[in-house]
């Protein structure tokens, strides 16, 4: 089969994405390339982890490399069976194409970013707006720094994908979203659907359209610390336009 110029300049731009076997018994996937990032996720002895990009961090025996995986997160390349010491894709951030399609968003690691886009994208869905998705990220600042948050009060919680593990009465979640008032553990452990319970409780008050987001925020979250939100709308609306709203 012949592919055009079109196809091949196409195909080129593609990053190569290859999956390689883990060889610890247990491997942390990190938010960031290094040990003082936080553990977004466990890999098993002998499970093939794709690698997007690489990136110098931490030597772990000598190896300074730190490989991404699918997943956004990152892992140490001494523990991944490469076959070589070096670099077997892009580099992170590198123009040729590793990493991200949309690179991090202003202010935000990796894993943050994707969750943001989840947020974002659920603000887009049901046609919020720029008024929405700044509620909704401001709130997800405020509440998680934008991470999603088991509970050990909320055993259930722990068996969900999970950022950080909180104590908070029984809040879970990016927004923290209380077990009690939202029992659907699966969705408040999820971006996209615990953004989805957000902005339908958002779209109940009253004037919520032209609404000071900060105040919106406050009606939704009924917290005790009601000025916190204001103080996120500024960051928050640099990463809506980021992410396309």
Known sequence: MHLSLTAL????????????????DSLNCRAGPGTSYDVVRKYKKGVDVKITCQTTGPSIEGDNLWDKTSDGC????????TGT???????????????????????????QSKHARAIIGEAKKEGLGRQGCEAGIATAIV??????????????SLN????????????????????TFYP?????????RSAAQFFTEMKRVSGWKTMA????CQKVQRSAYPDRYAEQVGKAGKICAAGGL
Do not use: W
């Open 213 to 216: 987001v900060g105040t919106l």
């Open 74 to 81: 990152y892992v140490a390349d001494f523990y991944i069976q």
């Open 160 to 179: 969900y994908p999970h950022d950080a593990v909180g104590s908070d009465y029984d809040s879970v979640g990016i927004f923290q979203q209380r077990a």
């Open 85 to 111: 010491s070096g670099y077997v894709t892009d580099k992170c951030g590198d123009s040729s194409g590793g990493g991200d399609s949309g690179g991090d968003l202003p202010g935000l690691n990796a894993v």
């Open 9 to 24: 300049a196409l195909a080129a731009a593609v990053p190569m994405v290859s999956a390689y076997p883990v060889k610890a």
């Open 184 to 192: 659907d553990i699966a969705a408040d452990m999820d971006a996209a």
């Open 143 to 156: 509440e998680s720094n934008i991470l999603i948050y088991a509970n050990k009060k909320v055993p259930e």
